[in-house]
């Protein structure tokens, strides 16, 4: 009986030996794998890089997609009518009333184009509190990984603090007086009233197309040197 007990114990301490000699071996290959893009960067390196990234890459979406056509000029994103709201585009140009949507559409993405200018400080928030285990998980993604991850986490946020920001800026542009006058136009003739959310729905196009922005801007930072602008940048990005 003695020598059954001995002999489990050995192979117990044998399985245990060998278990976390593998896990160390899959731990090892996991943390080389993440520095692909330079020798000898730390996590602190790979965080601070990221973070530049994001930085960056908001930074200058912002800025370009808050300035006059930010939107309105940029046919990716330019806010358009919405899918329900295209019979009404439809039947007000058929009634020669077409400036009633152009003025929509443009007071739209003059309302998106203001509040682009106010999104800097719930980014840098959120890219600040970034983990080692965020950022390594990052640094092993895709060409949007970045962007998806400040995605994930900021888009509540983001809803939350600039639909005010929208719905003041369509006041200010007067797109709710426009809106209001080509939907009570459109109820004219119609059996079947229309009530779309306005704000709702420019704040929605708003976010999506400044993630897109921001994507794109990642993607030139990880793929072209002239895009990593600071030195972190180029140590991160600067050997993929």
Known sequence: MKKVVLLLSVALITIQSVSAQTIKGLFDKVTKSTSTSGSG???EDIINGLKDALRVGTDSSARRLSKLNGFFGDAAIKVLMPSEAKKVES??????????????ILSMNRAAEDAASGVGNIFWDAIKKMSITDGLQILRGGDFAATDYLKS?????????????????LVKVDATKYW???????????????????TAYVTER???????????????????????????????????
């Open 180 to 198: 209001k006058d080509m939907f009570t136009t459109y109820n004219k003739f119609s059996a079947k009233q229309v009530n779309t959310d306005l």
């Open 91 to 104: 039947t007000l140009r058929s009634f020669g009333m077409g400036q009633y949507v152009d003025k929509a």
């Open 41 to 43: 960067l730390s996590n």
């Open 153 to 169: 986490i900021t888009t509540k946020e983001l809803t939350e603090k600039f639909r005010p920001v929208i719905e003041a800026s």
């Open 206 to 240: 708003a976010l999506s197309g400044l993630f897109l922005k921001i994507s794109l801007e990642e993607q030139k930072i990880r793929k072209n040197p002239a895009a990593q602008v600071t030195d972190i940048l180029k140590k991160v990005f600067g050997g993929k």
